[in-house]
């Protein structure tokens, strides 16, 4: 596999569950899905660090949260009231074309 921006050859590993070839590291398949072997117990110690630090965002209610006011921004709010992502301060739903 190489990479699309530069040509340099990237690892590759392979899925065990469709066989597909996928960049090394990943902890999906992109073809099936599948999560990948070390990769749950790699997310849980990532959340469990962020917790221990005080950081909110491993412990995000998906129900609750706010998405950033600009139509174009994938930001969510935080605690602070601005987006998370652009910066932008929260002023109501998010705006629609």
Same mark, same amino acid.
């Given at each position: 596999?190489?990479?699309?921006?530069?040509?340099?050859?990237?690892?590759?590993?392979?899925?065990?569950?469709? @066989? *597909? %070839?996928?960049?090394?590291? &990943?902890?999906?398949? +992109?073809?099936? =899905?599948?999560?990948?072997?070390?990769?749950?117990?790699?997310?849980?110690?990532?959340?469990?660090?962020?917790?221990?630090?005080?950081?909110? @965002? *491993? %412990?995000?209610?998906?129900? &609750?949260?706010?998405? +950033?006011?600009? =139509?174009?921004?994938?930001?969510?709010?935080?605690?602070?009231?601005?987006?998370?992502?652009?910066?932008?301060?929260?002023?109501?739903?998010? @705006?629609?074309?």
């Amino acid at each position: 596999m190489k990479c699309p921006h530069c040509g340099e050859s990237l690892g590759e590993i392979t899925c065990p569950a469709c @066989e *597909g %070839t996928l960049p090394e590291g &990943s902890q999906y398949c +992109c073809w099936c =899905g599948q999560q990948l072997s070390g990769a749950a117990q790699e997310v849980q110690a990532q959340l469990t660090d962020a917790k221990a630090e005080g950081d909110d @965002e *491993g %412990t995000v209610d998906f129900d &609750s949260r706010k998405l +950033c006011s600009d =139509g174009t921004c994938i930001g969510v709010i935080g605690p602070d009231g601005r987006c998370k992502e652009c910066g932008k301060p929260y002023t109501g739903e998010p @705006e629609m074309d």
